[in-house]
């Protein structure tokens, strides 16, 4: 088909190259990190993401995952606000980001892979230890560092995109959300199924991967920029302290997202995919997912044109409305969980309350 490009070898940049090599396209990775992989904890891959991987010919994630204990949302005393079962919610495969990464990298170039009508998949190549400084498109190429050449490129270099910020200098880029960000994995045998528990300006989230580990996450509001320890839930129902102390690493970062209205994802050869073009809050837990969707529908619509540049719009065309409502919905999500305001947080968890018990009286 032609010669692709794709600058970070994330969740999201791995997936594309897939996708291409699945459609023929010669591809080369480029990874600024001296070694291909992913850091990190865990990640919710919902079935609409599944759904891609298997299209792709990625093997090894589960279809569902079945919550066997109690599962929900609590607040810092232990109290249920509502359950799982009670909100009907589908539930996400929970995975280690790095497990998932490599996952997908195990197709890269794998023998006896074929397209179908029996047309031979492409190749890919990976780069470590490549920075990317500049990018430059005609009518006919795109050029990286004046050096590398390719039909297209796919930007898949994170919310602080190089790419992005060549194509769209204007653009406002990434805000801070108001709060920071703890992460864990923890080897503890629990009798619980997790859930999130909420209580005034901070959060604190578990589930069971499937490697039978605990991925846990919280967040607290604070400046950005500060270091700071989740000594907070400390006094917080069991088993969250467990959990923490039960961390052998645990990572903070400040959240982040993309400012919206969001730029247009293709710009003649050059298309945006995952954090690099919509970047969201975690409080939906679809931001791997979505740069998932970005690779499936880059992939079914190459499929459907030999015009690269009406691919490409079609593909802007699908995939910048659908995401711009989950940025602009995860960050009220998120507004909405860091609330320190007493009022708003009493009347925010009875109406989750009151939510499930009607949806549980509908289903009856």
Known sequence: MGTAIVVGAGIGGVSAAVALQRRGWQVTVL????????????????????A????????????SSVQSKPAGMRRPDGRWVVSAPQLGMELPVMIHRAQLHDLITAEFNRAGHTKPFGMEVGTVTVRTGYVVRDVVQDESCVTVNGELRADLLVAADGIRSVVRGTLYPQYAGPRYSGFTAYRGIADVDLDDGGGETWGRGQLFGFVRLIDGRFYWYGTANQPAGTKSEPTVFESWHDPIPRLIAASETILQNDILDLTTPLMPFAQGRIVLLGDAAHAMTPNLGRGACSAIE???????????????????????????????????RSRSLGRLAQTENPLLSTLRDGAFALGGTLLKLRRR
């Open 31 to 50: 990874e600024r990190a001296s070694e291909l992989g992913e850091v990190g904890a865990g990640i919710s891959v919902w079935p609409s993401a599944v």
């Open 52 to 63: 891609v991987l298997e299209e792709l010919g990625v093997k090894g994630v589960e279809k």
């Open 294 to 328: 970005d690779a499936g529908a880059l992939y079914r619509h190459l499929g459907s044109t030999n015009d690269l540049p009406a691919a490409l719009i079609a593909y802007d065309a699908e995939r910048r409305p659908a995401t711009t409502k989950l940025v602009q």
